[in-house]
């Protein structure tokens, strides 16, 4: 069971001045999650991922900036993203960063790429969306190549072409990188050729649904020659003091962060019912510590899992709410799950 990590996930979501309807603006809300990652670290949870967004609702574009800033206010937390859209990237320029700042942060870093789920980022950097597949699976071979830290020779098509050239900084680790998946079994194998560790973002549905996709990625791995990962999860959670409380928070910000995303990719509205089946059978983390507890160990049991990340400002919130999401996470879930797992 101590091979188990938790994490914590945000796509920097601009939170709400406290008790008000008022945004924070996009410095103070970039200050939050320093605030947030400083937390985290002292509670000992092992790993914080930054999403990469490029909309009016996050704040973060650059993760691996706040990813250098949190290593110089942190001792022992993993300094990660969830994802790096390594398709509208350059992957020297990717890899530079990373190892940049895994030097900085005594080998804390860790690059998680992957398609991205949003496409702003395609048109901002001039990519055509036309070439979706083919700019991340060239890109993937090329990163691979890049994180052996040899002299690179390289014959792109969707990429520059490299003659010779080393790329710097070379760090005396190995960067850590995983892939992060939405569900698609042509990135689970992707995955699994190149050897990563393999992240799945289950958002909606029951979790065990996700459950062949381990075994896919755990059966190729092992036809590609390469030991299986442990694979992680990520999900949204909000943790509050009561199960009434957790609810009506979660219920209010996951409700607008659904009509904006349905508006714009024709899902039907979210219910209030819906959202309780989400609560107690689906994806969502939420409740008192111990009722997220007693889910998240029957979760980690029945997928098998080695990491689960929750994500936890969805929506915005207060500061004051994301705050205690963490604090709780941290100081009463993770031991709960850990001594609910040990007594299986």
């Known amino acids: 069971m101590k091979q188990i990590q938790f994490g914590i996930d945000t796509f920097g979501e601009l939170a709400y001045v406290e008790n008000t309807d008022e945004l924070m603006s996009y410095e103070d809300s970039l200050k939050l999650v320093i605030e947030e990652g400083i937390l985290a670290d002292k509670l000992g949870i092992d790993v914080i991922a930054l999403g990469e967004h490029h909309r ?7 993760p691996d900036t706040v990813l250098a800033a949190l290593s110089q206010v942190t001792e022992n937390i993993i300094l990660g993203t969830g994802v790096t859209v390594l398709s509208s990237d350059d992957p020297v320029r990717v890899y530079e960063r990373f190892a940049t700042l895994d030097a900085i942060s005594n080998g804390r870093a860790q690059v998680m790429v992957g398609r991205g789920s949003f496409i702003e980022s395609f048109p901002l950097f001039g990519y055509d969306l ?7 699976e060239e890109k993937l071979k090329m990163f691979n190549e890049l994180l052996k830290q040899e002299v690179m020779n390289w014959q792109g098509e969707f990429t520059q072409s490299l003659d010779n050239i080393q790329v710097y900084p070379i760090i005396k680790n190995k960067l850590d990188v995983h892939v992060g ?29 996700f459950k062949p996709y381990i075994e896919l990625y755990e059966k190729a791995m092992k036809q590609y020659g390469h030991t299986p990962h442990p694979v992680g999860i990520h999900s ?27 508006r714009e990719r024709g899902w039907s509205p979210m219910t209030y019912e819906r959202f309780l089946d989400e609560v107690k059978h689906g994806a969502y983390f939420v409740g008192s510590p111990e009722t997220v507890a007693q889910k998240l160990a029957r979760v980690i049991k029945e997928m098998g899992i080695g990491r689960f990340d929750l994500i936890y400002s969805m929506g915005g919130q207060y500061r004051s ?11 009463v879930v993770i031991p709960r799950v850990r001594e609910l797992l040990n007594e299986a």
């Open 56 to 62: 009016e609702e996050y704040a973060i574009s650059s």
């Open 130 to 136: 036309e070439n979706y597949n083919e700019l991340f």
């Open 181 to 209: 998946v939405g569900g698609s079994p042509d990135s689970i194998i992707r995955t699994a050729k190149y050897g990563f560790p393999l992240m799945l973002a289950i958002i909606g549905g029951e979790h065990k649904r």
């Open 236 to 262: 949204h959670g909000v943790i509050a003091d009561t199960d009434k409380e957790a609810i009506d928070i979660a219920w209010e910000y996951f409700r607008k962060t659904h009509e904006i995303l349905g």
């Open 321 to 331: 709410h994301r705050l205690k999401t963490i604090q709780l996470y941290g100081e």
